[in-house]
C-alpha cells in the first residue's frame, strides 16, 4: 500500500513538471515572436543627443542643416551691364562772321604797298607827271593790276585837281573810297551752304599744287560749323597719299565725316559721286568736295577736272566751285585762275597766305579778271584764319 502512494506521487510530480516545462516553453516563443514583430521604441534622450547606439550616419541625415545655409537656389548672376562709349569731344569752332575784322593786324604786310607808301606819295602835295608815275608804280607793285592802277590814278588825280592838296586825314579818305570802289563791296560773297529742295549745296574746291587745298577745306567746314551747318565732305584727292588722312583729320576735330577710297589712286570722279550720294542720303546741308592741285597749263589733268564735275552733275547740281590762289604768287595766279574758270565755271575765289604778302592789289585783280568775287581769305596757319572777305574791313586794314 505505502508502495503504491509512493508511485502516485512521483507520477503527479512528473505531470506536474511536464505541464510547468511545456507552460514555459510556450511563454518563450511568445516572448520571441513579440519581440521580433514589435521591437520597443528606445527611450530618446533628455539632451536632445541622437538616440544610443545609432550609427554616425544616421545622425548626419537627421540633424537639421546650420540656419546660416540657405537651401533656396542660388539666383543666376546677371550679366554685365555694357558701359557706354564715351562720347568723343568735338571742338565748337567761334562765329566767322566778323573774323576778318579781329585778325586786320594779320593785313599790316600790306600796308606798305597800298597803305602807307601810296599815302606818303599822295600827302606830300605838287604832285608832277614822274610823281603820278611813281604812284602808278606803288599801285602795279602790289598786283592791283594794270587796268584798276589806270582806274584808281584818274580817280585821284580828278580829286586833286578840284580840291588840290589838303592834309593827310583828307587824302586818306580818298583813297579809302576809290580803293574800296574797285573792291566793289557790293559783290554777294555768301558761300552756297543751305539745302536746295531735297538735296544738300554742293560745293567743289579746285586749284593748283601747293596753294592749300586741302586746309582751306578743312577750315571752311570749321566755318560751317560755326554756322550751325551739318557737313560732309570729300576726299577726290586720290593721287597724294597724305590728302585723305589729312582731310579726315581736319573733319574729326569737329565731327563731320569724311568720304574716302581706301585705294590710292582710285578714280577722284567715283570718290566725289559717293561722297555727294552720302550727302543726299544723310540730308546733310553742304557736301564740300576736295580735289587734286593741278598745274593749270596741264591739258590732261583739267579735262579731269571737268569730268569729276560732269559725274557730280549726274545727281546734283554743283552750287559753287571755289578756286584757291596763293596770293604770293601775284600776276601768275591770274592766269591759273583763268584757266580753271573755263574747265569748271569758278563761282568765288579763295585768296590763302594774304597775311605773308605785301600785294594786296591781288584782290582787286582777281575779281576783274573773272568777274567773280573774293569769299575768303587766309590769314594764318591756325585752324580758324580763314576769315570771309569783307571789302570794307579789307581797305580798312590795310589803309588805316
Do not use: C
Not at 554777294?188 to 601747293?210: C, K, M, Q, T, Y
Not at 597719299?241 to 582731310?247: F, K, R, S
Not at 585705294?263 to 580735289?291: L, N, R, S
Amino acid at each position: 500500500m505505502d508502495t503504491v502512494w509512493i508511485y502516485i506521487v512521483i507520477a503527479a510530480a512528473i505531470v506536474v513538471g511536464a505541464v510547468s516545462y511545456g507552460v514555459s516553453l510556450l511563454r518563450g516563443r511568445d516572448s520571441q515572436t513579440v519581440e521580433r514583430e514589435a521591437p520597443p521604441a528606445p527611450v530618446a534622450p533628455p539632451t536632445g543627443e541622437p538616440p544610443r547606439g545609432a550609427a554616425d550616419d544616421d545622425r548626419a541625415v537627421v540633424t537639421a542643416p546650420p540656419e546660416s545655409v540657405s537651401t533656396a537656389p542660388e539666383p543666376e548672376p546677371e550679366p554685365p551691364v555694357a558701359e557706354p562709349e564715351p562720347v568723343p569731344a568735338f571742338e565748337r569752332p567761334e562765329s566767322a562772321r566778323g573774323r576778318l575784322q579781329r585778325l586786320r593786324a594779320r593785313l599790316a604786310r600790306s600796308n606798305s604797298a597800298l597803305g602807307k607808301g601810296l599815302l606818303a606819295l599822295l600827302s606830300r602835295g605838287g604832285l608832277d607827271e614822274e610823281a603820278w608815275e611813281e604812284v602808278e608804280d606803288t599801285l602795279i607793285a602790289s598786283d592791283l593790276g594794270v587796268e584798276a592802277t589806270t582806274d584808281l590814278v584818274d580817280a585821284l588825280r580828278r580829286r586833286v585837281t578840284v580840291d588840290g592838296f589838303t592834309d593827310e586825314a583828307t587824302v586818306r579818305g580818298w583813297l579809302k573810297e576809290e580803293l574800296l570802289a574797285l573792291v566793289q563791296p557790293d559783290l554777294d560773297r555768301r558761300i552756297a551752304s543751305s539745302r536746295v529742295g531735297e538735296r544738300p549745296a554742293v560745293i567743289l574746291v579746285v586749284g593748283v599744287n601747293g596753294t592749300g587745298k586741302t586746309t582751306t577745306v578743312g577750315k571752311l567746314a570749321r566755318v560751317l560749323v560755326a554756322e550751325d551747318r551739318d557737313v560732309l565732305l570729300g576726299a577726290a584727292d586720290t593721287f597724294r597719299a597724305a590728302a585723305a588722312d589729312q582731310l579726315t583729320t581736319w573733319g574729326d576735330r569737329v565731327g563731320v565725316p569724311t568720304v574716302r577710297s581706301d585705294k590710292e589712286g582710285a578714280d577722284p570722279a567715283a570718290v566725289a559721286f559717293d561722297a555727294v550720294k552720302a550727302g543726299i542720303e544723310q540730308e546733310v546741308d553742304v557736301v564740300i568736295i576736295d580735289t587734286a592741285g593741278r598745274l593749270h597749263n596741264k591739258v590732261g589733268l583739267m579735262d579731269e577736272l571737268g569730268k569729276i564735275k560732269r559725274v557730280i552733275e549726274k545727281q546734283s547740281e554743283i552750287d559753287e566751285v571755289l578756286l584757291v590762289l596763293d596770293a604770293t604768287t601775284g600776276q601768275n595766279g591770274l592766269q591759273q585762275a583763268k584757266v580753271f574758270s573755263e574747265a569748271v565755271n569758278v563761282t568765288g575765289i579763295v585768296l590763302s597766305k594774304l597775311d605773308g604778302t605785301a600785294k594786296g592789289g591781288i584782290v582787286v585783280a582777281v575779281q576783274r579778271q573773272l568777274g567773280v568775287p573774293v569769299k575768303l581769305v587766309g590769314l594764318g596757319e591756325g585752324p580758324d584764319d580763314l576769315a570771309p572777305f569783307d571789302a570794307e574791313a579789307f581797305v580798312s586794314a590795310i589803309i588805316d
